[in-house]
T-cell receptor, first 114, second 118 residues
Framework: AQSVTQLDSHVSVSEGTPVLLRCNYS??????LFWYVQHPNKGLQLLLKYTSAATLVKGINGFEAEFKKSETSFHLTKPSAHMSDAAEYFC????????????FGPGTRLSVLP | GAVVSQHPSRVICKSGTSVKIECRSLDFQATTMFWYRQFPKQSLMLMATSNEGSKATYEQGVEKDKFLINHASLTLSTLTVTSAHPEDSSFYIC??????????????FGPGTRLTVT
């Protein structure tokens, strides 16, 4: 069975400083991994996904994530935070066989201070 | 990109009534759709998997007689909350699986429906 741990429930950064949102996963299969962002009362938007083609994945809005199998991690980073990045971020794991089920992490709320 | 819509975006109903939420894939055919529930400040919990033309598969603990799911066409799945009670108040989100995404079957999410039962 798959599971996801997001180590920080809340991260607060100043505008213009780097962002690091941590995610560790557990999977019996070769996992597919995703990061989604959710702004208040909105649906989910895909930031990026890991498809086993490359361990460093670049996404939208300057975000990227690195898949590290040895550490079972898929941390999300951004070099410089913007006020509009304030939102809830979810790390998601899906099993490699047909990706039938998504398992969501508990989420990390990112606050960006002016 | 693939778009999934939900209707309504918000609904308020009285306790004991039923509410239907629609989920549509607008520019692709979705043989598999998913329904999630999200409580305030919490993560998404999968309620059920809906396959076109067959019965939905419910997650453990989800009452299938209370949350009726119908996936009658390749672009529409509906969730009906029957005899709603205040504890059913929540944010309901649907998603549709990308049919062409092998081996990574991405899901496209709808904007969600806020249900309030009074």
């Amino acid at each position: 069975a798959q599971s996801v741990t997001q180590l920080d429930s809340h991260v607060s950064v100043s505008e213009g400083t780097p962002v690091l949102l941590r995610c560790n996963y557990s999977s019996s299969y070769s996992p597919s991994l995703f990061w989604y962002v959710q702004h208040p009362n909105k649906g989910l938007q895909l930031l990026l996904k890991y498809t086993s083609a490359a361990t460093l994945v670049k996404g939208i809005n300057g975000f990227e994530a690195e898949f590290k199998k040895s550490e079972t991690s898929f941390h999300l980073t951004k070099p410089s935070a913007h006020m509009s990045d304030a939102a809830e971020y979810f790390c998601v794991v899906s099993d490699g066989n047909y990706g039938q089920n998504f398992v969501f992490g508990p989420g990390t709320r990112l606050s960006v201070l002016p | 990109g693939a778009v999934v819509s939900q209707h309504p975006s918000r609904v308020i109903c009285k306790s004991g009534t039923s509410v239907k939420i629609e989920c549509r894939s607008l520019d692709f055919q979705a043989t598999t759709m998913f329904w999630y529930r999200q409580f305030p400040k919490q993560s998404l919990m999968l309620m059920a998997t809906s396959n076109e033309g067959s019965k939905a598969t419910y997650e453990q603990g989800v009452e299938k007689d209370k949350f009726l799911i119908n996936h009658a066409s390749l672009t529409l799945s509906t969730l009906t909350v029957t005899s709603a009670h205040p504890e059913d108040s929540s944010f309901y989100i649907c998603s549709a699986r990308d049919p062409l995404g092998w081996p990574v079957y991405e899901q496209y999410f709808g904007p969600g429906t806020r249900l309030t039962v009074t």
